[in-house]
């Protein structure tokens, strides 16, 4: 099956960082626009960061700029999403997505759900002392 799964998640102290790693199967991200997100229980699930199928392109939500860097590697058919000085506001599952988005989407306006067609089952994030 076409398939994402999530891995680096866990418990980290406030100011502690975190490496996400997003893994493919069943197909390669070489041609997809991959998309963090992440949602804290009881909230909707929001934008982090995504970045262009080359990886010339990026975009942060304006609450993990500066803090977060999201890359990729084709080769190994894997995204990663590096996040330091983490914040209790952090805390969430996070989860990334594969989409048919343009650069300029990537560039404007890529947080809509919607526009990613494949999904991962989520890793949680927790940071807490």
């Known amino acids: 099956q076409l398939q994402l799964v999530e891995s680096g998640g866990g418990l980290v102290q406030p100011g502690g960082s975190l490496r996400l790693s997003c893994a493919a199967s069943g197909f390669t991200l070489d041609y997809y626009v991959i998309g963090w997100f992440r949602q804290a229980p009881g909230k909707e699930r929001e934008g982090v960061a995504c970045?262009?199928?080359?990886?010339?392109?990026?975009n942060y939500a304006d609450s993990v700029m500066g803090r977060s860097t999201i890359s990729r590697d084709n080769a190994k058919n894997t995204v990663y999403l590096q996040m330091n000085s983490l914040k209790p506001e952090d805390t969430g599952v996070y989860y990334c997505a594969a989409g048919k988005l343009t650069t300029r989407m990537v560039v404007t306006t890529p947080w809509a759900r919607s526009l990613y067609d494949y999904w991962g089952q989520g890793t949680q994030v927790t940071v807490s002392s």
């Open positions: 970045i262009s199928s080359s990886g010339g392109s990026r």
